[in-house]
């Protein structure tokens, strides 16, 4: 069974809180201010744009914004809860937590051998899933089963039963998650898409001690709680900025979750997939900050590894870090800080 941690114990392996620590955090912190960095967004490839973004609006789901690079053969789609309940309702695409973009490559939706990795099987297992949490999640399973939308696990699936997976047109893993106790919501028929979160977004990780701490002390993250399941040999982390003050868990954007399996660390030869070498599928998580020049000049002092750095290229507006696990970081710049720091 899961055992469920808060900050009030420290979680297996040891960790600290390595911003509290680590005096060169606080120095750096006079150059950007990592409390306003968000969690911006995670990037999926996808066969059939028009397919995937009827998916996610179906989940409710609003395009915020869109970009055609048509010299280079692809385009980008972002979608966001953006309904007047939603957490970000009307900022701007680069000044929110939960936006998911789907990048299409001109012509894949023709290919009838085209076919993307969903990151959970091999080759090419690495990024988990997604995740959105529901008000009713019975009633909203029901809603996707009655659309026609396939699932990896049913409610009614397994000894879980109150977490579902639902299937994207990709096989991409979306689980959907209850803001409200499934005991409660068991009767409830009707479901409210204005009310759902884009939660957080999983990926595997070979080391938790090592990834953890470049999360916490790199990239500015809170470790917010850990699930710990020693019987089945792995543990969950759930990382992000701060937001508001959401009810619960359930009710928050941008998590980061991090999923370790016990005993990857100890093999030299053990490796994840980073989605973007072949087979291809999942792209980046991207985190917009308040200073892109000060931000990218404080993870060069932390020694990161860089996928590009802001000089590299032709586009200067945008860099990628690598995490322990070579997953690559979009680094962006929060447009509506930029205008307060003018």
């Not at 040891?14 to 911006?40: G, I, Q, V």
């Not at 020049?293 to 870090?321: H, P, Q, Y």
Request: hydrophobic share 30%; proline share 4%; aromatic share 12%.
């Amino acid at each position: 069974m899961f055992t469920i941690r808060n900050l009030t114990r420290t979680p297996r392996p040891t960790l600290f809180n390595y911003k509290l620590f680590n005096p060169e955090s606080r120095s750096l912190a006079t150059m950007t201010d990592t409390s306003k960095y968000r969690f911006n967004h995670s990037m999926l490839r996808v066969k059939d744009p028009q397919a995937s973004i009827k998916f996610y609006e179906f989940l409710g789901m609003k395009q915020i914004n869109h970009m055609d690079f048509p010299d280079n053969k692809f385009s980008l789609y972002f979608l966001a809860y953006d309904d007047k309940n939603s957490a970000s309702t009307g900022a701007h695409w680069s000044d929110r937590q939960g936006v998911l973009e789907l990048t299409h490559n001109h012509g894949s939706e023709n290919d009838p051998n085209f076919k993307i990795a969903n990151g959970n099987s091999e080759p090419g297992k690495g990024f988990g899933h997604l995740c959105v949490a529901v008000d009713n999640i019975q009633a909203a399973c029901t809603r996707l089963e009655e659309a026609g939308y396939k699932f990896q696990k049913k409610l009614s699936d397994g000894r879980m039963r109150h977490i579902a997976f639902a299937l994207d047109p990709d096989s991409y893993w979306v689980e959907i998650i209850g803001q409200n106790d499934s005991e409660k919501t068991k009767d409830v028929k009707e479901t409210d898409t204005g009310s759902y979160r884009f939660n957080h977004t999983m990926i595997r990780v070979k080391d938790a001690e090592k990834s953890l701490k470049f999360y916490q002390e790199t990239m500015g993250m809170t470790l917010i709680r850990t699930n710990e399941n020693p019987d089945n040999k792995f543990n969950l982390y759930f990382l992000g900025y701060p937001e508001g003050s959401p009810a619960t868990q359930a009710h928050r954007e941008g998590l980061l979750e991090l999923t370790w399996n016990y005993g990857t660390e100890k093999d030299p030869d053990f490796k994840y997939h980073d989605g973007n070498a072949e087979p291809q599928g999942f792209g980046h998580i991207a985190v917009s900050v308040d200073d892109i020049d000060k931000a990218c000049a404080r993870f060069e002092e932390k020694g990161v590894n860089w996928k590009k750095r802001l000089t590299d290229g032709r586009m200067k507006n945008v860099a990628f870090v690598l995490d322990p696990d070579g997953y690559w970081i979009e680094v962006i710049q929060n447009e509506r800080l930029k205008k307060s720091n003018l």
